[in-house]
């Protein structure tokens, strides 16, 4: 068998494509949820219903476009794990602010060559919002190239906005302290939980995002989306668990923002 | 001169429709306003710019309807200051992020009676999300009654989002203890500030919001809309600043949420 070759510009051109058409699907099929809103019973019985039915859509357009792919997602066992090609996907990033009615979750879809992300897509169904990256060729919002400036030298930090997942998440990841130290330590630290923070740190909307104990689909796009649109990604911790799985947290953002993060609050993570 | 008779619940609709056709003329101003995501020199210039353009056009509309109301608002001089009617405006409440290009700001609109709120919108141009409430006539989101649920009983008081604003504006209001106290006794407590974790907790999304060091016309509308809904407000603390304004801090929320929150966290505010 031959070795697979790293996709083209071209191809990689197309790839991305392929998946903001994907998220516009999954856009359809959450937005169009079966009496969301009337026939809730519990939260997880609702959302695990919809994160199936949204999940198996995205895995039977995928399947048809491309047999040969794997494909990993929360939901679902995986297939063709032996692939170079792997889609990971997250249905519903956000599962609490979507089973509240929270408009802030989103939709992660994420294709690895060998083991490296090579495009990226984050889709906001109910703020009508999606980025999407390939490597080498840049991001995009909703159509339009964007590039994030980094904040410049004789700006002040606490400007920024700093987004972070829920305090819990950071207890999971044994970071507690620094969560608390960074309350402290800057102004305006919001609660923007899930995809929605990684969406405002690849727009440049918040100085940085720090996400934590977070699985593989959590994460997949965001590095890649990150990245191509010029700013950083630092990760902080990748921690095997007892059930084999790694947990990783992450601060993504422009670059001074992340390195004072680094320096000031994380210097021992 | 007679007393002022109290408008009745015909007039009282009749006023908040207005409200809201204020609001859908202050979304336009917004929406519309010039080149704003790509001129944007510093985000006060900017921020004046459309802040001012927005008020000047409420204040338009208002003295056009209703020529013997009283106005007061962020950026103007008070008019007509003694009669018993005042509208109070904040034409973009949530300047950081508006300045910033997250979509969470919005617009405040309330109308006094004789010092009381009488009719209350509280309206997010980037999310397309509208609350309006009138005294005695209920609260209504994009057209429809919405009504607030309380936690049940046998429901754990964690499984609720607790939204704040920013850790500095608990330390100006004195409550910087409690506020990291939150912290640690929730494991979901996220800074969805201004107006945008007002909207939530009016529609029942977030358990309560806790919001410190406002201004009037931060607060004039929230109130009525928790509490037309069915829900709880609670004053913490109303302190006279050294300038004559009085700066508020309320919790606003499910009842069992708020009750939970006097008790527990803001015991000695």
Same mark, same amino acid.
């Given at each position: /068998?031959?070795?697979?070759?790293? *996709?083209?510009?071209?191809?990689?051109?197309?790839?991305?494509?392929?998946?903001?058409?994907?998220?516009?699907?999954?856009? #359809?099929? !959450?937005?169009?949820?079966?009496?969301?809103?009337?026939?809730?019973?519990?939260?997880?019985?609702?959302?695990?219903?919809? $994160?199936?039915?949204?999940?198996?859509?995205?895995?039977?357009?995928?399947?048809?476009?491309?047999?040969?792919?794997?494909?990993?997602?929360?939901?679902? *066992? +995986?297939?063709?794990?032996?692939?170079?090609?792997?889609?990971?996907?997250?249905?519903? $990033?956000?599962?609490?602010?979507?089973?509240?009615?929270? *408009?802030?979750?989103? @939709?992660?879809?994420a294709?690895?060559?060998? =083991?490296?992300p090579?495009?990226g897509v984050i889709?906001?169904?109910?703020?009508?919002?999606?980025t999407s990256a390939?490597? =080498?060729?840049?991001t995009f919002c909703?159509?339009?190239?964007? @590039? %994030?400036? $980094?904040?410049?030298?004789?700006? *002040? !930090?606490?400007?920024?906005? !700093?987004?972070? @997942?829920?305090?819990?998440?950071?207890?999971?990841?044994?970071?507690?302290?620094?969560? /608390?130290? %960074?309350? &402290?330590?800057?102004?305006?630290?919001?609660?923007?939980?899930?995809?929605?923070?990684h969406t405002?740190a690849i727009? #440049?909307?918040?100085?940085? /995002?720090?996400?934590?104990?977070?699985? &593989?689909?959590?994460?997949?796009a965001t590095t890649l989306l990150i990245e191509e649109a010029?700013g950083?990604s630092?990760? %902080?911790?990748?921690?095997?668990?007892?059930?084999?799985?790694?947990?990783?947290?992450?601060?993504w953002?422009?670059?001074?923002?992340?390195?004072?993060?680094? +320096?000031?609050?994380?210097?021992?993570?």
């Amino acid at each position: /068998m031959n070795e697979p070759v790293h *996709p083209s510009h071209a191809e990689l051109d197309s790839l991305r494509k392929n998946a903001e058409e994907l998220a516009e699907i999954s856009r #359809g099929v !959450i937005r169009n949820a079966p009496s969301f809103s009337t026939s809730i019973k519990s939260d997880s019985s609702v959302v695990t219903e919809v $994160d199936l039915a949204t999940e198996r859509r995205l895995r039977e357009e995928i399947s048809r476009r491309f047999p040969q792919h794997g494909i990993q997602g929360e939901e679902f *066992p +995986a297939i063709n794990a032996h692939s170079p090609y792997q889609w990971v996907l997250d249905p519903i $990033d956000g599962t609490v602010s979507f089973t509240h009615h929270i *408009p802030l979750y989103g @939709t992660i879809i994420a294709l690895y060559f060998k =083991g490296a992300p090579v495009v990226g897509v984050i889709d906001h169904p109910a703020l009508g919002i999606r980025t999407s990256a390939a490597r =080498g060729l840049g991001t995009f919002c909703n159509g339009a190239r964007i @590039t %994030l400036a $980094d904040v410049a030298p004789d700006q *002040p !930090i606490e400007r920024e906005v !700093i987004a972070t @997942t829920r305090r819990s998440n950071f207890s999971k990841a044994g970071l507690e302290r620094e969560f /608390m130290a %960074l309350q &402290l330590a800057h102004p305006d630290v919001r609660g923007y939980t899930d995809c929605f923070g990684h969406t405002l740190a690849i727009r #440049g909307q918040v100085g940085a /995002m720090i996400d934590a104990h977070l699985q &593989l689909w959590d994460i997949a796009a965001t590095t890649l989306l990150i990245e191509e649109a010029g700013g950083k990604s630092e990760l %902080l911790k990748a921690e095997r668990q007892p059930d084999g799985a790694t947990r990783y947290t992450l601060i993504w953002g422009k670059p001074r923002v992340v390195d004072w993060l680094r +320096a000031q609050i994380f210097k021992a993570a």
